[in-house]
């Protein structure tokens, strides 16, 4: 039995106005199937009640139930499964090391990865798309050495900003804000790690009264990262989805 099939079951009870089924990876325990119920009144004691009343194949009942008073959905109206909260769930039903242990282990080598992944591409890129800004050759010691960590950082940072482009909108949508905050948030932090590092490179390729291509290069870059820092002020004062 599919998830949909519980899910239709579920709309069957009088309490209940929306839901959704999730099954969570456990690690050597293997999955686990979340109910998240968008309900009032209904416990999970009730709602765990009702699918066993409803002889449901005893894989296909949730090992948890998440009362919430609204469930979080895109612009389209769709379920937002991304944005569903995962649970504090007990050792006998997630294994020894848990859901989350297991999600942030795997998270974490993919961040990583993308981080190694972006940092070197913006080391090799650096010299053909911009040739000649990073020429320390006439910079004496030890100011070179300083500007060569500088183009380091920058390089890392936009890696960051890759791997927190590819998995940070999740983590971000956990907080609970609404999917327009949470998405918003999402783009401002991953411009605020990887714009130094085209920003840096022409810069310093810009001649000081080139006054076109200097205004070009403040509102293209200073006055967005002013944006997107102001955009992550909101975030952080935003209020909580209601759930």
Not at 104 to 126: D, K, N
């Amino acid at each position: 039995m599919g998830h949909d099939d519980v899910e239709t079951v579920l709309l069957r009870h009088p309490l209940v106005r929306g839901c959704a089924i999730l099954s969570v990876p456990t690690g050597p325990s293997g999955d686990i199937l979340i109910a998240y119920v968008e309900t009032d009144d209904a416990t999970p004691e009730q709602i765990r009640s009702f699918l066993a009343e409803a002889r449901l194949p005893a894989e296909s009942i949730p090992g948890a139930v998440i009362p919430m008073r609204a469930l979080p959905r895109s612009a389209s109206g769709v379920v937002d499964h991304a944005a569903l909260p995962l649970p504090p769930l007990p050792a006998a039903a997630v294994g020894k090391h848990g859901v989350a242990a297991a999600s942030l282990t795997g998270h974490a080598v993919g961040a990583f990865l993308l981080v190694v992944f972006g940092t070197v591409a913006a080391l090799l890129l650096t010299g053909h798309l911009w040739p000649g800004s990073t020429d320390l050759g006439g910079v004496p010691s030890p100011w070179a050495g300083l500007f060569r960590a500088l183009y380091l950082a920058e390089c890392l940072s936009f890696g960051i900003g890759v791997a927190f482009l590819l998995l940070g909108r999740v983590p971000l949508a956990r907080l609970g804000r609404s999917p327009g905050w949470t998405g918003l948030a999402h783009l401002a932090i991953v411009w605020l790690l990887v714009a130094w590092w085209p920003q840096d490179n022409l810069y310093r390729l810009a001649t000081k009264t080139d006054w076109p291509r200097q205004a070009a290069l403040v509102y293209g870059f200073n006055v967005t990262l002013m944006l997107a820092a102001a955009v992550l002020a909101a975030f952080a004062v935003s209020r909580r989805r209601a759930d």
